[in-house]
């Protein structure tokens, strides 16, 4: 069974970055598409962006294209997020998900509170 550990979420200030990695095992990392989504308070999950299996396709919802960046080293079984110029909006818990639906395995997912 994969398992799949999400971290480096936290507190930040609009503006602020933050990284998120996302840390696989227990399956094949360098044979999934690999997604981040997101759940803000009281809404349904949103997909954010996603990654084939080499790293050389990469796709990104409109709410984050040009902020966030997703990326992935299969060598270290290991995918990761850098978002930049964080606004309020995007607290919510960050969710790494294997697969080509949100609906593949998924981590326990990292909390980001962006917040003066």
């Known amino acids: 069974q994969g398992q799949l550990v999400e971290s480096g979420g936290g507190v930040v200030q609009p503006g602020g970055s933050l990284r998120l990695s996302c840390a696989a095992s227990g399956f094949t990392f360098n044979n999934n598409i690999m997604n981040w989504a997101r759940q803000a308070p009281g809404k349904g999950l949103e997909w954010l962006c996603s990654?084939?299996?080499?790293?050389?396709?990469?796709t990104y919802a409109d709410s984050v294209k040009g902020r966030f960046t997703i990326s992935r080293d299969n060598a270290k079984n290991t995918m990761y997020l850098q978002m930049n110029s964080l606004k309020s909006e995007d607290t919510a818990l960050y969710y790494c998900?294997?697969?080509?639906?949100?609906?593949?395995?998924r981590g326990q997912g990292t909390q980001v509170t962006v917040s003066s």
């Open positions: 998900i294997m697969g080509n639906t949100l609906s593949g395995t």
């Open positions: 990654i084939n299996v080499s790293g050389s396709m990469r």
